[in-house]
């Protein structure tokens, strides 16, 4: 029985220059303490498709149609009420800046316990505790005095811990993480992957890792899923999408890393650029850029076509796949 | 030339402009009254500063669509029986020259003392930075009220009487240069983190150069946005001031002057001496005021803050 | 901390010096001191003779010395029209001013704070909306049309309200002339309070309906809402504080342009105050009343400037310089 599933979501942004589709035909499921990354370059969606599970897109965007089975529940019919009790209490999320996500005038000891005070009937001595104790959980040394200390007062890295403290406070089930190191050092980056990565096998949690670096996918995640355009193109085990990627476009992503060359050699570039939101090609997003473009390709949106436990959106596979 | 005026015409902010009734109506009425006031030795059915035009016998004549009105002076007359329509033209005029003339001398003086500031940087930036908090620290009008009340002490009123259209100018002119220094300086701040002005100072572009030629004109807007809403300020201040008897004489009178000398014929029954200048002053304000905010919306909607 | 504060202090000595200069300027040029004590009729000689004795033809800096020190200890001359000490003039008028001031920032921190704050919450509501529209109409009328305006349908249409003076007065302290503590001062107050606040009300509205807006799209809000917070917790604790923060700044600002206000305010209302006491003065040209007027006032925003900036920082975290411990 999967953790979380979504179905067929689609999630719409009303603008002055027409109407955005942001996320659409999005489905994927979550296993207990399973780790799931979602890739794809900025504007791809894959932000959207966090924040809509907890329900906390900005308006003017609106969940046009899909379901977010959780526990039970579709978090997509439910109100801001019953989804007060989910966030940060079941399901928690990571942001990418912690400077940003760390309120400026509050101290830690107060962002902390004001979780557990949220969501649980508990003492002021016993929720300081439980803070002082996930404090230390994410190795954050001297914890009792960071209860008292500011935000600006503490390191990127040590406030990204604070971040991940909070979210682990209430024993949720799912971690999302959305891009959770991209604005830290490079060196700071793997420790608070490693950190993560222990987290998720100590507390058995389920884990959604947004991100458009692929190494890191490589090294923490179980499976993945590639977004293009706010569709998704590529699903399947994460060493399967890393080494034998069925998609042109993961293909394309896969070989522009720098590894994928040789000294001396141009770096490998998909052509072209995302198209912005609003102006989406018709058929297969992809279209355009596709290096094994069809003429189908250009008016019809692929289906999911599933071998080994991979599912890809392309015609192209699709036609490759059935012919052999 | 051309060119600019196509793509103007052509650009985003008028379309706004067309779409938003608010603004639309708001500059309408401006144009109209600003119109209307400048032409009004053309247009007023008197002069009411010519002493052989008024009669004392038709003082405190009430307006037209009353009963003891007078068609010859459709929004009554005041104590001394200057017609009310004359001295609002008239009146309205000295208002938005004030205001305009006192805009003009602190966006002038604000924004080279912000350049220098915002580009030179270090201890004249410091000094300058702190100068202007001081100042801002003391209003224009406690500042305005004590210079001329001074000024009208020691000179007598004859002589201030003359002058007074230039003192006000000037007082309010030079109080509120930090508005425009301040705002000058954080924008030249943010430009000069840009990379167009290093690629400049590269090329071997000296610094009066860079800084007039291309850091000012991406200042412009927020410039732009604060002088409508300060033009409000001016006039409300000038008002206040002669209100106060601080500022224009009641033989040359601006709107305040002239909401001041019906002041007290308010509680006798004359009411329309006061009411029409005072409604002429709250509507100029309350249109530049709309029009301040609909352009702080169009150009950006974070660059000013009051 | 204590650098902050002694270097503010350091300033704040820098500006009441400043003000005391000017002062004595103005009473160097402005009136003859000379004329007032002695009228028309006494010669020139004998005038000149105690133009000597009294200091008057020292030069310019032994004269600023003394007013210098005469002003530290609280003389300031004697007013030519009162026939006393100035400063005692000045500073009996001070509860007056005081009290319309106190009414006014009442009526302003009370409506502003709720009224902004849920504007920025709703902002398409139609109370929202009405509220920016008048808002904007409240910033575009001068202070003393306000006043004429409250005086003409108060006072004069309904006759609910008086209109002018401080009504009747009680005497608290021993020395502070109170007019809020008897049902007619309080009467004789609400007028002058509502004109006062009726330009910066809408000012204060707007700002923290702006700076809240801005403060909602920021990220730690977002967060506060993925915890699962309680809306009331989100608006009222990490919404708000973050709010009054520049509030506080541009509130201090705004003090002074407020005491400007005063003057106007009351001399429509023909209150008592301190303004309407300068306003006189300056008429008469009773120069050391003018001078005991610009020195408290001086000395007012001075002050006030100060506990502001005091205030802002020991509230905002990020600006404590001596409490971050590592």
Redesign the interface.
């Known amino acids: 029985m999967a953790l979380l599933e979504v179905k067929n979501l689609e999630v719409r942004f009303p603008l002055r220059q027409g109407e955005l589709t942001a996320l659409n035909d999005v489905s994927f499921t979550l296993n207990q303490g399973e780790r799931l990354g979602i890739v794809g370059e900025s504007g791809a969606g894959k932000s959207v498709a966090a924040f809509t599970i907890l329900k906390l897109i900005g308006k003017p965007g609106y969940i046009a149609a899909g379901e977010v089975r959780f526990e039970g529940r579709d978090l997509a019919r439910c109100s801001d009420r019953e989804m007060q009790q989910i966030r940060g209490n079941r399901i928690s999320m990571i942001f990418q800046d912690p400077m940003m996500t760390l309120n400026p005038v509050l101290t830690i000891g107060e962002q902390m316990v004001e979780c557990l005070h949220a969501h649980q009937k508990i003492g002021a001595r016993e929720a300081r505790e439980i803070a002082v104790e996930k404090l230390r959980q994410v190795h954050i040394p001297s914890p009792e005095a960071r209860l008292q200390q500011y935000p600006h007062e503490l390191s990127g890295g040590m406030r990204q811990r604070v971040v991940i403290a909070i979210a682990l406070l209430t024993h949720p089930a799912v971690i999302i993480a959305d891009e959770p190191t991209t604005a830290l050092d490079v060196t700071i980056q793997a420790e608070i992957m490693e950190l993560l990565l222990e987290l998720c096998e100590q507390e058995n949690l389920a884990l959604i890792l947004i991100t458009h670096d692929l190494g890191v996918v490589a090294q923490t995640t179980q499976r993945t899923i590639v977004m293009y355009a706010g569709h998704i193109v590529e699903e399947g085990p994460t060493s399967e999408i890393i080494n034998n990627a069925r998609h042109p476009y993961t293909q394309g992503l896969i070989n522009a890393l720098p590894e994928r060359t040789r000294p001396g050699q141009r770096l490998n570039q998909i052509p072209g650029v995302m198209p912005p939101l609003t102006s989406i090609p018709s058929g297969c997003a992809f279209h355009p850029r596709c290096e094994h473009v069809l003429p189908i390709c250009r008016s019809e949106l692929p289906d999911y076509s599933v071998a080994d436990g991979n599912r890809v959106a392309c015609h192209y596979v699709a036609q490759r796949e059935t012919t052999t | 030339m051309n060119r600019y005026w196509r793509l103007f015409l052509a650009s985003d902010f008028l379309y706004r402009f067309h779409r938003d009734r608010v603004a639309l109506v708001s500059f309408s009425l401006l144009l109209i009254l600003v119109a209307v006031s400048f032409s009004a030795p053309l247009i007023a059915p008197f002069d009411p500063y010519d002493p052989s035009q008024i009669d004392i016998m038709d003082s405190e004549t009430p307006p037209l669509w009353l009963e003891a009105g007078d068609q010859r002076f459709p929004l009554g007359t005041d104590a001394q029986g200057r017609d009310m329509l004359s001295t609002i033209l008239y009146g309205t005029r000295i208002s938005l020259t004030i205001g305009l003339f006192a805009v003009l001398l602190q966006s002038v003086l604000g924004i080279t003392l912000g350049l220098i500031a915002g580009y030179l940087g270090g201890r004249i930036d410091a000094f300058l930075m702190r100068l202007a908090d001081?100042q801002?620290?003391?209003?224009?009008?406690?500042v305005a009220?004590?210079v001329l009340?001074?000024f009208?002490?020691?000179f007598g009123t004859e002589l201030y009487n003359d002058l007074a259209i230039f003192m006000l100018i000037m007082v309010i002119g030079i109080a509120e240069w930090p508005q425009y220094a301040r705002t000058v300086r954080a924008s030249v701040l943010a430009e000069k983190k840009k990379e167009y002005v290093d690629a400049a100072r590269v090329i071997g572009l000296g610094k009066r150069r860079i800084m007039f030629r291309h850091v000012l004109p991406n200042t412009l807007s927020p410039i732009l946005v604060i002088s409508t809403v300060q033009v409000?300020n001016a006039i409300?201040s000038e008002?206040?001031l002669s209100?106060?008897?601080l500022g224009m004489p009641v033989n040359k009178p601006s709107l305040g002057s002239l909401?001041n000398s019906g002041?007290e014929f308010?509680?006798s029954g004359s009411?329309w001496i006061?009411a029409f200048p005072?409604l002429v002053?709250?509507v100029l304000?309350?249109v530049t005021?709309?029009l301040g905010?609909w352009l702080r919306d169009v150009l950006n909607p974070?660059l000013y803050?009051? | 901390m204590i650098a902050f504060l002694v270097r503010r202090l350091g300033q704040a000595m820098v500006v009441m010096l400043v003000i005391s200069l000017v002062s004595f300027s103005i009473q160097d040029n402005l009136g003859d001191p000379l004329r007032e004590l002695l009228g028309q009729s006494v010669s020139e000689s004998e005038r000149d003779l105690l133009r000597e004795r009294m200091g008057l033809n020292d030069p310019f800096l032994v004269q600023y010395w003394r007013f210098l020190k005469k002003a530290v200890q609280g003389d300031l001359g004697n007013s030519y029209f009162f026939k006393r000490p100035a400063l005692e003039v000045i500073l009996e008028k001070f509860p007056a001013t005081m009290e319309l001031v106190f009414g006014a920032t009442l009526i302003i921190l009370f409506l502003s704070v709720p009224i902004g704050v849920y504007c920025a919450i709703r902002p398409k509501s139609w109370f929202s909306r009405a509220m920016m529209g008048l808002s904007i109409v409240g910033i575009s009328i001068p202070v003393f049309l306000t006043a004429i305006l409250l005086i003409y349908l108060f006072s004069v249409e309904l006759a609910w309200l008086p209109s002018y003076g401080r009504g009747e007065t009680t005497v608290v302290l021993g020395f502070w002339q109170s007019g809020m503590f008897t049902r007619d001062g309080l009467a004789h107050l609400l007028l002058p309070s509502v004109a006062l606040s009726s330009i910066m009300l809408p000012l204060f509205i707007r700002l923290i309906r702006s700076e809240m807006m801005e403060v909602l799209e920021q990220e730690y809000i977002r967060f506060a809402w993925a915890k699962g917070l309680a809306p009331k917790r989100v608006w009222f604790l990490h919404a708000l504080k973050n709010t009054l923060l520049p509030v506080i700044t541009v509130g201090g600002v705004q003090i002074g342009t407020m005491i400007a206000y005063t003057i106007l305010t009351e001399t429509v209302f023909q209150w008592p105050g301190m303004g309407f006491l300068f306003l006189e003065a300056v008429n008469r040209v009773d120069t050391p009343l003018i001078i005991a007027y610009l020195i408290v006032v001086g000395l007012i925003f001075v002050i006030t400037n100060t506990l502001v900036d005091l205030i802002y920082g020991l509230v905002n975290p990020t600006v404590r310089l001596a409490g971050g411990q590592r």
């Open positions: 001081i801002l620290s003391f209003s224009t009008l406690m009220i004590v009340a001074l009208q002490a020691a409000a409300m008002a206040a209100f106060l008897g909401i002041f308010i509680l009411w006061t005072a002053l709250v304000v309350l005021n709309l905010d974070k803050k009051e």
